[in-house]
């Protein structure tokens, strides 16, 4: 159903690692001495990303899920962002950090943050590995990223198109062969 393309690498995995540890140390300051911080994973495409993330975290966690959606299967944001799976825990009183795959028009991430800021967390950031800050139709900023890129189709480290390329080790950007 999508046009044929091709993947040439934009981010190698080995940049990716580099980058995770440095942000992993910013991450360790803001949170020195915490009880307990909820690193909270943005399903799907945030899996790759945080799995890597938490394994370099030097800090006492626990990880728990949120769904939401707001591509579906298309290229194209529907604006509209819907919660498909809610945390299991409560973050009330607590350390949350909120760990995204890409903020493009910053719809999900600016959404996902004024629903859990409603919930009263002691301390509420936010992580993102890529930015496309070309692409923004609400002002939201991350606390981290990790890169940002200019305004091409990204795929793997998470990121699908069309639900495919998840498992990709490295940041692939899309090219499309009919032009
Ligand atoms: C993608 C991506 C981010 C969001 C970014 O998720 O993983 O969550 O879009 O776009 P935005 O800043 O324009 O909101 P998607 O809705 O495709 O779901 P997925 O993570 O399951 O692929
Ligand atoms: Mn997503
Ligand atoms: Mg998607």
């Given at each position: ?9 934009m ?49 006492p966690i626990?990880v728990?899920f ?7 299967d298309?290229?194209e ?6 919660i498909l ?18 903020v ?6 600016n959404?996902?943050t ?6 009263l ?24 990223t990790?890169?940002?890129i ?5 795929v ?11 498992n990709l ?5 899309v ?5």
């Amino acid at each position: 159903s999508t046009r044929p393309y091709v993947i040439d690498e934009m981010i190698s995995a080995k940049s990716i690692a580099a980058r995770i540890e440095e942000l992993c140390r910013e991450i360790q300051t803001e949170f020195a001495g915490t009880d307990k911080l909820v690193v909270v994973g943005l399903l799907r495409g945030s899996f790759v990303f945080i799995a890597d993330l938490v394994r370099e975290l030097d800090l006492p966690i626990e990880v728990d899920f949120l769904e939401a959606s707001s591509y579906g299967d298309g290229m194209e944001s529907s604006r509209e962002v819907r919660i498909l799976k809610d945390l299991r825990g409560t973050i009330e009183g607590r350390d949350v950090l909120v760990v995204e795959d890409i903020v493009d028009t910053g719809h999900t991430l600016n959404h996902v943050t004024h629903l859990l800021e409603s919930r009263l967390p002691a301390r509420l950031k936010s992580i993102a590995l890529l930015d496309k800050p070309s692409r923004r139709e609400v002002d939201f900023k991350a606390s981290w990223t990790g890169f940002e890129i200019p305004d091409e189709f990204v795929v793997g480290y998470g990121i699908d198109f069309a639900q495919r390329n998840r498992n990709l080790p490295y940041i692939g950007k899309v090219r499309f062969e009919d032009g």
